[in-house]
């Protein structure tokens, strides 16, 4: 089983949403997705309790001093990935997560206060000695801060994701309906975003191959 983290040490990164759509996306295949929230406020889990999809990933809170165990039980249980929803400014716990998991996936918004604390989550992931990349989360669409929010995370020494997720309606839509963008409005630009994303991530993550479902075999399986 891969296990990857959704970390920064910033709140209203657009970390759960992230962790939420991608994990939906990985399921809409044949892959088995646990969706591990270790974050105090649960927002992960409040959105699955409303869910009533009988199809998508498995999720459950769990206190980041039981995330090993966790992981463990769900590797066992024969799931494909671990997704690992951790909290912002939790700089002990992260430090454990990110030695527990294969890949970090830090959500960084362009802004000045974000490029900085980008800098603590990835130096606690160079700690860990764990593959990390950068994604630029909640984009203001065409706005010039994003290319400029780019060449500074460059600086940092982890890579940058091509991938941008802009900040859009549907995502927040679709989390009050419990649901995520692929389900909510899956020929729209959110959904659109978040496959690119996820195509990326498999490859710099080495994710397995059928957690990337292409959005046409998404209908048929659906149908």
Known sequence: MKKFAVMTQKGGSGKTTLAVHLAVAMSQGSARIA??????????????????????????RVPPEELDDALFAAEEGGFDVGIVDTAPHAAPS????????DFILIPVRPSAFDLAAARDSSAIAKAARCPAAFVLSACPLRAPEISAARRALQGYGIPVLDSEIAERR????????????????????AALEIRQLLRELAQIAKLPHHVVTEHKNVEEAHS
């Open 170 to 189: 549907a995502f927040s839509r679709a989390i009050s309906s419990c649901q995520a963008v692929s389900e909510f409005e899956p020929d729209g630009r």
């Open 94 to 101: 992260a430090a454990r997560i990110a030695k527990l998991v």
């Open 35 to 60: 969706l591990l929230d270790t974050d105090p406020q649960a927002s992960a889990v409040e959105w699955a309790r409303g869910r009533h999809a009988k199809t998508g990933p498995t999720v459950g």
